[in-house]
Structure formats: C-alpha cells, structure tokens
C-alpha cells in the first residue's frame, strides 16, 4: 500500500513538471555548482536591494545571494510549481527571513526598484526581457544571466566556467 501511495505521489510529481513544461517552454534545470560558484565569485557590490532572481526554481541560486547579501531582500520568482515548492520548504527550513519566494509570471511584475537580476533562462525569454529590462531597470542595477545573453546588449564582463558545457556567464551594469 505505501509504495502505491509513493508511486502516486511521484507520478502526479512528474505530471505537473510535465505541464510546467508545456505551460513555460522550458524544464526547471538547476544551476550547476561550478556555475553558482563563478557567479558567488563575481557578484557586485550592493547596499540596497531588492535582488530578484527569474526563475529561481529549487533555489540554488537563492541561497548564494542570501549568503553575499544577507541584509538586502531577495526575491525569488518560479512559475513550475514543484521547484517552487521544494525551494520554499528549504526556506522555512533555512529560516531565511530576508528570501521571498513566489509563485508567479516573473513577466507581470515591475522591475523598476531592482538592484540586481540574475536569471537562468532560455533565448526567447532573454528576448522579452531585454524590452522589459530597457523600460524600468534604473541606472547602475545589474543583470547577470547564464549560459544566454541578452540579444544586443553588451556585457561588461563575461566568465567561461570549467564546467561539462564550458557555460558562460554574463554581467551587464545598466548605464
């Protein structure tokens, strides 16, 4: 009985991933540790927030900016809802007080006070946030995305990590 119980529980696990895909265009893939490493590495000073990172999904990244910027508020924005809900139990856990996690359309919301965005995202994503980011990010915030680049902008610094996919991370600073 308990292993029915178990399989169930995994197979409607794997059904809502599977429409998270679909819903989203892209499956939930974690950050690797080499590539959460180089970013830790090379994060920016920061005195005020907010931070926010698109897409957080099971939270790797959460973790690492909470570790950098311990007084600032981080968000996390995840639209997969397994992801979101095993990187908001770790925060319970983790007591993070100054992580939020959400569960929303990282699309709907404003931008306008952010002093950091780090995302994980895919080319068409990285294409629709250019136009949101030119609109409302405010002078000197800062956008660092792995493995995509923002189309036509250009990075002031780029990190090739010593990884399996040799994944490459971008650093803007909006002038």
Known sequence: MISIIVF???????????F????????PTPTSFKVRKEIEKHLPELKIGPIYELGSGWGGLLWVLHKKYTNLRIIGIELSLIPFIVSYVIKLIQRKKNVFIYYQNFFNLSFHNSQLIIC???????LKLKEKFEKELQKNSYVISHTFAIPNWKPYKVIKCNDLYSTQIYFYKIG
């Not at 169930?8 to 599977?18: A, S, W």
């Not at 998270?20 to 499956?27: E, F, Q, V």
Request: glycine content about 4%.
């Open 8 to 18: 169930l529980f995994f197979f409607i696990c794997f059904v809502i991933i599977l």
């Open 120 to 126: 994980y995202l895919y080319p068409e994503a990285m």
């Open 20 to 27: 998270d895909i679909w819903r989203a265009g892209i499956t």
